[in-house]
Each structure stands twice: as structure tokens, then as C-alpha cells.
């Protein structure tokens, strides 16, 4: 089972950036990708994972930090299995690692908690300079 994220790099304040998240392995053939609440999180040097956003199954129910509200966006494409987050109005306290996220329990619901995953990406570093 594979979380591969990618977008990553470096973007001066103000700039813009689309991560994006391809789901692969046995687990994502198993089940349709439909059945997966997917999210964003990041983690900064320091300190702990936070949500930056997270998606139902249809995408159509969001959830997002405060923080990145009206400048992110996550979507999805259950027939490509891909998740993505549109990043705009970049700050420098946007700079972190951000990881995708897959959650097999089936639910239709959004999920805000990062225990309640199943599968995570590596990572994409994502820098904002000043």
C-alpha cells in the first residue's frame, strides 16, 4: 500500500503550489478509492502534526485548519485515485512537511484525526521564504 506524494519546493510568500497525492497498492485495489477519507497534514521543524485539510469520500465534505482556510483547497479524483491540495496566498508559516493521508474504515464522513489513519505518504517539504 502506497501514499506517494509530490509539489514540494521552495515559493516565495504570496506564491502558489499543488501537491498531489497518488494512491497505489493492494489495499487501493482491494477497496474503491471512494471509500477512503483522505486529508492533508503538515509538520514543521519542532513541532507536532497538525490537519491542514481533509476530504470525504466524495470530496464534496471538507474540513480545514483555520489557518490555510480560504487559501487551500483539497480535492480528489476517486478514478485516477489521486488527492490534492492547491496552495495559494503561500506564507512563510506555511513551511513544513506535508503528508497525505488515507483512512480505510469505509466511513462517508470527514476525519479530522490523524490516529485514525491508516496510511501515510512519505512526505513533500514544502518551503515559504520571506
Known amino acids: 500500500v502506497q501514499l506517494q506524494a509530490s509539489g514540494g519546493g521552495l515559493v516565495q510568500t504570496g506564491g502558489s503550489l499543488r501537491l498531489s497525492c497518488a494512491a497505489s497498492?493492494?489495499?487501493?485495489?482491494?477497496?474503491?478509492?471512494?471509500?477512503?477519507?483522505v486529508a492533508w497534514f503538515r509538520q514543521a521543524p519542532g513541532q507536532g502534526r497538525e490537519l491542514v485539510a481533509a476530504?470525504?469520500?466524495?470530496?464534496?465534505?471538507?474540513e480545514y485548519a483555520d489557518s490555510v482556510q480560504g487559501r487551500f483547497t483539497i480535492s480528489r479524483d476517486n478514478v485516477k485515485k489521486m488527492v490534492y491540495l492547491q496552495m495559494n496566498r503561500l506564507r512563510p508559516e506555511d513551511t513544513a512537511t506535508y503528508y497525505c493521508?488515507?483512512?480505510?474504515?469505509?466511513?462517508?464522513?470527514?476525519?479530522?484525526?490523524?490516529?485514525?489513519?491508516?496510511?501515510w505518504g512519505q512526505g513533500t517539504l514544502v518551503t515559504v521564504s520571506s
Open positions: 476530504a470525504s469520500w466524495s470530496g464534496r465534505t471538507t
Open positions: 493521508a488515507a483512512d480505510e474504515s469505509g466511513r462517508t464522513i470527514v476525519v479530522v484525526v490523524a490516529e485514525e489513519y491508516d496510511y
Open positions: 497498492g493492494p489495499a487501493f485495489s482491494r477497496k474503491s478509492f471512494d471509500r477512503y477519507p
